[in-house]
């Protein structure tokens, strides 16, 4: 990337997992990025961008609380970033929706990120929206939550576990999004973000455990009442709806458009 005075790449969520890992990878390609801080959003006066030409929009949440509704979060941070776009020129914004985002869904998780979406495609900015199944990486949220059960020498299951997830590694990622950042092939474009293989959520957990611990089913309507209830239950509610949601993506599409191939679950 030349170093030019308008080289620069905004990034929203830049301490989250994504962001994190996001960072490091510009950092080793030597690409500018400036980091914007959630309570940047809190401000009357939102932050001018001036010398960037994209913004990388991570903020958002996966369990809602009174204080950080998805609406709250979600949508409304999603409005005051297009308005920074707008004050400040910049002409490109890459966000992360969620695979199973949809009007008609009944997950307010997915409502929001479908609400959000909407806001961006209708903004006029160049937009690439990404629709990811489970990253999977360092401090992943998904690895941490399993590793936290193999210390207690028990996994649960919601419901049967048969259910597929489409695992993408963090690495693979960082590449795309690198990719969306400095070609045309994702310009105005909504991507599943999702790994070659698809996999059960039980056999996925299957080739985490070790002999040690045990494997143990909870029915779904048992798993949800404790979502609800116990702040210790290991998966929260909108956690359970990703999980039974069952959602596919077309990973296809991905590794036509971006030219990669894409490492395996077992690779990951």
């Known amino acids: 990337m ?5 080289d620069r790449i905004a990034i929203t969520g830049s301490t989250g997992f994504i962001g994190k890992n996001l960072t490091e990878f510009f950092d080793k390609t030597n690409t500018r990025y400036i980091s914007i801080k959630k309570k940047s959003f809190q401000r009357k006066n939102l932050p001018s961008l001036s010398g960037c030409f994209c913004m990388v929009h991570l903020i958002g949440v996966g369990n809602a609380t009174i204080e950080k509704s998805f609406d709250k979060v979600n949508v409304e941070i999603t409005k005051k970033a297009i308005m ?3 004050q400040s020129k910049i002409k490109k914004i890459i ?6 985002a949809s009007e008609n869904s009944s997950s307010k998780y997915f409502l929001s990120k479908f609400k959000s979406e909407q806001i961006i495609k209708n903004s006029g900015l160049d937009y690439t929206i ?9 401090d992943d949220y998904l690895t941490k939550n399993i590793q936290k059960q193999i210390r207690n020498k028990m996994i649960l299951i919601p419901g049967s576990g048969n259910y597929v997830i489409q ?6 990622v960082c ?5 969306a950042l400095n070609g045309n092939n994702f310009s105005k474009k909504i991507i599943d973000l999702v790994g070659p293989e698809k996999i059960s959520f039980k056999k996925f957990l299957e080739n985490s455990a070790r002999p040690s611990v045990s494997l143990e089913n909870i029915p779904l309507p048992k798993a949800r009442n ?9 998966y929260g509610i909108e956690d359970l709806n990703i999980l039974s949601g069952n959602f596919r993506g077309n990973h296809k599409k991905l590794e036509k458009l ?11």
């Open 130 to 138: 990404f629709r990811p199944s489970y990253i999977i990486g360092k």
């Open 84 to 86: 920074i776009c707008n």
């Open 2 to 6: 030349s170093k030019l005075l308008k």
């Open 175 to 179: 590449k795309v999004i690198n990719i």
């Open 226 to 234: 404790y979502a609800m209830t116990n702040k210790n239950f290991p």
């Open 95 to 100: 966000y992360f929706s969620g695979l199973g």
């Open 167 to 172: 695992p993408i590694s963090i690495y693979d």
């Open 258 to 268: 971006s030219g990669l191939k894409f490492a395996k679950i077992r690779k990951i």
